[in-house]
């Protein structure tokens, strides 16, 4: 509830923020626009960038001698839902001292220093392909946006399966077929994501694949798919930790073909393992290869992801 309280009008507000978006104007030409932000991670890294640790909230205090004209505007004593409260205290003379107050919640403000931090130390790659595993990474181009619990009602669906999981059997043999059937089954037990897939375009090309935590999005998922499908006009940053190469070998996880015709004990005694552990360990590879990141894709932990509004933007 507003606590406003003017002779006549609400100027003197506006006299007092005009200055703010004034004073913005000279300091800085860019807002930017959140679509994730993984706050809890940010809050970790800056207690850790922060001499008094994660700052939970801000308050500012100032005054202000005021003119006659701006005293005019202005009387007694105000609190807005800017979270913003001043008094007006006499002095001698005549003269007049606002008095203003300011609580802040730094949640955004933490996401921009944040940035403003890693270019400071230096700690951000600007190139995916040169930066180690776990290095902090910057990089822009073509997002994607998939969200596979989409899936989830169609396993209901018979008629869907078959023709997405089995496919086309007049060609299969039986045991593609019977194959074919199994996945349908086990793919229901694999965990359904939201994904997001970043192509950086020119030169230095490259593909990242980020799982991503819907509850660290700004704009929910569903309101980005039903406006642009897949892919997400614009351009969009991103800024996060690298944690997996592109697969340049081929890998030696274990397969329901890699184990045929073999005892389950002699494969787990082999590998120092249990029965159930080289079970799992057979539908995790299954999961990563049918739902996870693709082998030529960079795996990429998201703490970031925004665009830049300019005054001058290009496409």
């Given at each position: 509830m507003?606590?406003?309280?003017f002779s006549e009008t609400n100027e003197g507000d506006m006299w007092f923020f005009g200055k703010r978006a004034r004073k913005l104007?000279?300091?800085?030409?860019?807002?930017?626009?959140?679509?994730?932000h993984d706050a809890?991670?940010?809050?970790s890294f800056i207690s850790q960038m922060e001499p008094g640790g994660h700052l939970l909230s801000m308050k500012q205090s100032s005054q202000e001698m005021l003119s006659k004209s701006n005293r005019r505007l202005y009387s007694g004593s105000f609190s807005s839902m800017?979270?913003?409260?001043?008094?007006?205290?006499?002095?001698?003379?005549?003269?007049?001292?606002?008095?203003?107050?300011?609580?802040?919640?730094?949640?955004w403000g933490n996401a921009i220093n944040f940035i403003k931090y890693l270019e400071g130390m230096k700690l951000i790659h600007e190139s995916i392909h040169n930066a180690n595993i776990g290095q902090f990474v910057s990089f822009s181009g073509i997002l994607k946006i998939l969200d596979l619990k989409m899936l989830k009602d169609?396993?209901?669906m018979p008629n869907v399966i078959s023709q997405i999981i089995i496919g086309n059997t007049s060609s299969m043999t039986e045991q593609q077929i019977k194959e074919n059937e199994l996945a349908s089954d086990i793919i229901k037990l694999f965990p359904l994501t939201l994904q997001a897939y970043m192509y950086e375009p020119g030169e230095n090309f490259s593909a990242s694949w980020m799982n991503l935590d819907p509850e660290c999005m700004v704009v929910p998922a569903d309101n980005i798919i039903m406006k642009y499908g897949v892919t997400v006009q614009g351009t969009w940053k991103v800024i996060g930790i690298k944690d997996a190469y592109v697969d340049t070998v081929e890998s030696n996880d274990l397969t329901f073909d890699s184990i045929r015709g073999r005892k389950w004990e002699d494969i787990a005694?082999?590998?120092?393992?249990?029965?159930?552990?080289?079970?799992?360990?057979?539908?995790?590879?299954?999961?990563?290869?049918?739902?996870?990141r693709p082998k030529i894709y960079y795996g990429i932990t998201p703490i970031l992801i925004y665009r830049e509004i300019t005054p001058n933007m290009a496409e």
């Open positions: 507003l606590g406003f309280m104007e000279r300091e800085s030409k860019i807002v930017y626009d959140f679509m994730y809890r991670r940010v809050a800017f979270g913003l409260k001043a008094d007006l205290e006499k002095i001698s003379g005549g003269q007049s001292i606002a008095s203003f107050e300011r609580v802040y919640d730094p949640l169609a396993w209901g005694s082999e590998r120092h393992s249990t029965v159930i552990a080289i079970f799992a360990e057979i539908l995790s590879s299954m999961a990563r290869k049918g739902l996870g």
